[in-house]
């Protein structure tokens, strides 16, 4: 794909990635514990199986990137305490949920789950698994940082079911692991990736980041050739968000090495043509996949869906979150947790549910957010499903579609297909760009998101 300087200073503004919508600058503190107990008590009735995110905030140190939510520790006593306080959590949400338990997908992303040892780590999974038994088809994964994980720590997960791994590796080039403060080697990641498959994990994904500083071409042809060599099922390929006002140690890194606009599209489009090349499928606008992944089915079977731990094909109509700053989606409602441990814990240990904040979406939101969604899963807005799925309350992104899609078109984003308006290969790249023209709350002026590019 052509694509020249200025339209990247075109689209490159600051914008959410749509891992929900409304975006959580619009939640308020109005919609606290009290409205995600009813919520929970709401989906209590239905029988539908459930997805499951536990947020584990830690990590032995600090990479300069970094924009997670995690508690720098090396105190030996803080998982254990962490622990008993997430299953108190576990408990009280499961209190409120009734019968209404079985697993469709679990997953453990921090932080670092792995920093907790085998034993920690396993002293958490055996009682939630009985507290939320997983099914048989259930998708079971974890985050982990290569360089803190063990063959140990994969058996462990294995015993428990665990069939998907996602490490991130971001860049394999000595100086950009320098300057990022993070170091991990291409061998250390094989052993991991080699030892997961063996004992039967289906699913490896890889993460990298393009923006990173030093990141040249020729180093990060490097860095695609290893990646493409460990043959993981998925990538997913981040545009590094920096965002030092709300990241300060992100300031420590030279930001005059960091790529810009277009030199930082082209990373993108040479990892994009690298990976097409090597056989992978792209999915959605940061993920590939291998033909013979879920993702790449879901992808042409209709049942691929996004929330926010990423691409997914285990839907599952409700995901409920523990662990601090943990974002649960019951029914119309959005709820997340306390973000910082402390806050969390105390909330927690005082007997109450630790939400902070949260939303109940209007039937309005409910019809953008289907449109957003199916439009970062497909690539297509199809007005025609979105007023049959919506009725009356499509009219919104339906007038927002049809608004917007002639300047789309003149900038090369859309095609209209019949009824369906479908991005071209230049809108599936400002995938997001297109999704804020679908946002009734988008303020144009917040510095709040990374950058779309
Ligand atoms: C929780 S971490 C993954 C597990 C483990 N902690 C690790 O770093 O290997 C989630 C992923 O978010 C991505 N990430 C973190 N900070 C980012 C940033 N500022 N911009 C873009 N991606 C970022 C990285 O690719 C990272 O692998
Ligand atoms: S290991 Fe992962 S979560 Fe921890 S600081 Fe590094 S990127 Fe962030």
Known sequence: MKIDAETVRRFDVPGPRYTSYPTVPQWTETHGAQAHERA????????APLALYVHIPFCAKRCLFCGCNTHITRDPNHPPVFIETLLEEARRVAERLGTRRSLRQLHLGGGTPTHLTPDELDSLLSPLLRLFPALPDAELGIEVHPAVTTTDHIDMLARHGFDRISMGVQDFDPQVQDAIRRHQSVAETQTLIEHARAVGFSGVNLDLIYGLPHQTPGRWTRTLDAVIGLRPDRLALYSYAHLPSRFPHQAAMPERAMPKEDGK?????????????????AIGFDHFALPTDDLARGLHDGTLHRNFMGYTTRHAPDLVALGPSAISQVGPTFAQNDHALAGWAERVCDGRLATVRGIALSADDLARRDAIEGFLCRFVLDVTALRQRHGPAAG????DIERNTPEWEAARLVEKDGA??????????FARNIAMGLDAYLDKNATAFSRTV
């Open 420 to 429: 369906l308006v479908r991005a071209t290969g230049l809108g599936r790249l």
């Open 396 to 399: 919104g992104v339906v007038a």
């Open 265 to 281: 599209v082209r990373l993108f489009l040479m990892a994009r043509d690298r990976f097409l090349d090597a056989g992978y499928e």
């Open 40 to 47: 929970l008590a709401a989906a209590a009735s239905s029988t």
